[in-house]
Each structure stands twice: as C-alpha cells, then as structure tokens.
C-alpha cells in the first residue's frame, strides 16, 4: 500500500508538472524572444550531445557562430532546460508511483493523471511551432500602427543617404542595393518581450511591396501598395534563397510572413 507521503508527493508532481507546461505556454503566448531560446536550446543540445537531430542542417562551425550570437539569451535557455527537467521528472516520479502501487482504485486515478501528464507535455512540445507562429500574429497586430506610419513615410520618400525615420530612428543606407535599409536604433540584443523594428528594410524594384523585420528575427511585416501578393522573395542577394512557409493577412494589403 502507498503511504499518505507517497500519495502527496504523486499530487505535488502533477501539479507541478502541469505547472511547468502550462507556465512555457503562457511564455510562448508573452514573449518575443521565445523562438530564440528555443532556438538556442537546440543548438546547445547538439552541441553537447552531437545528436543531429537536434540541428540537422547546421554544422559545428556554424552551430558555434549561431551559439555566440544568441549568447544573451543563456539565462533564458537554462530556464527552458530548468522546466523541461521538472516535467521529465515529474512524469517519472508519476511512473515510479503508479508501479509501487496494489490498490485498483488508486491504481486507475493515478494511471489517468499519469497519461494526462504524458498527452499534455506531448502536446506541449508538438504545439510549440504554432503557438510560436499564433503569438507572434497576436503581438505583430500590437506593433502594426507603428509600422504603418513608418511605412506611409518610406512608401512616399524613401531615403537616399542615411536618415532618422519616424517610429524607426536612425537608418542608414545600404551602398550595395539602394532598396535597402538598416536600422541603426535596433541592436539584436538585449532579449526582447514585444515585437518591434528589426535590422533590415527592403522595398522591391518597381517599389510597390516593402518588408519590416521584427525584432525577433521570427518573420516579417510586408506592406504591399497595390492588391498583390508578389513577395515570394526577398529582394535582397543573400535571401534570395529563402521561401515562404507560412503567411498570414493582418489588414488591408498587410502580412505576416516567415521565411526560411
């Protein structure tokens, strides 16, 4: 039979797995640097344990470079890693329970918890790339007006030397491609919690689409002067090979696009 301390702790590490998942969710859903802590986490993953399903496409060079360009965002990663721990071992603890046990009764609620706790991290980390995508919608909506004064003021004068830009700042001009724009008032880090500017403007040759990057890295903002979906490409020569994976509209002649 269990003791009244075992039955406890089982109950405390079901809460506190729940906790644990329902707490990276709601993280998910708040801040805008979670992508790359995700992110960052992989790359230490594989770093550490050379398994490359972690990061398949990268290799040591450049999971080293990608580790010292997110190096801000360390004490984040070691959080993630915290709550992925105390789920793990929750679940476990559930388990080591579950078998110890010989009352039917118990045996079959125990069992209940232990599967819900099981489905719901499984969900959990399944639904993370959506929850990304959703909550990065949900905040680039937030940021949209900001982006649409900028927009308006690039769409009818778009610098030719370096500028300050309303909503934007300080940006200057790139002299190997004159559609392109850096935003000097954006450093990559500190780690961020709302969408924002990014580092990169980019309008396209006939001048009728123009692209934001949020300050996450996650996607951009794309603003199209005419009734047009035509930015399949970023016009720019090393992202030239990236594809749109998902989009989205968010107002009139406005979305939300994530390259890869």
Not at 49 to 66: G, H, K, W
């Amino acid at each position: 039979m269990l003791t009244k301390y075992r039955i406890t702790a089982f109950w405390f590490s079901f809460l506190l797995c729940l906790t644990c998942i329902l707490s990276i969710m709601r993280w998910v859903q708040k801040d805008a640097s979670f992508p790359t802590v995700r992110e960052n986490f992989k790359l230490y993953a594989r770093y550490y344990t050379n398994i490359y399903a972690f990061a398949p496409d990268l290799s040591e060079s450049q999971i080293q470079q990608r580790l010292s360009l997110f190096s801000d965002y360390n004490a984040k990663t070691i959080f993630l890693l915290f709550l992925y721990f105390l789920i793990s071992v929750s679940i476990c603890y559930c388990i080591y329970i579950l078998f110890k046990n010989n009352n039917i009764k118990v045996i079959v609620l125990h069992s209940i918890a232990t599967l819900l706790l099981i489905l719901s991290s499984v969900a959990m980390i399944a639904s993370l790339n959506y929850l990304e995508w959703r909550s990065c919608v949900t905040r680039t909506r937030r940021f949209l007006p900001k982006c649409t004064i900028a927009y308006l003021y690039l769409k009818k004068q778009w610098p030719s030397k370096d500028k300050v830009i309303p909503e934007i700042g300080s940006v200057i001009c790139d002299e190997s491609n004159i559609n392109h724009l850096l935003n000097m008032n954006n450093p990559f880090w500190p780690p961020i919690y709302e969408e924002s500017f990014g580092y990169n403007i980019y309008r396209s040759r006939n001048k009728d689409v123009f692209w934001f990057d949020i300050r996450s890295g996650y996607a951009n903002i794309v603003f199209c002067s005419k009734n047009t979906n035509n930015f399949e490409i970023i016009p720019y020569k090393y992202y030239d090979h990236l594809r749109i994976i998902r989009k989205e509209k968010i107002a009139h002649n406005v979305w939300i696009v994530q390259y890869r």
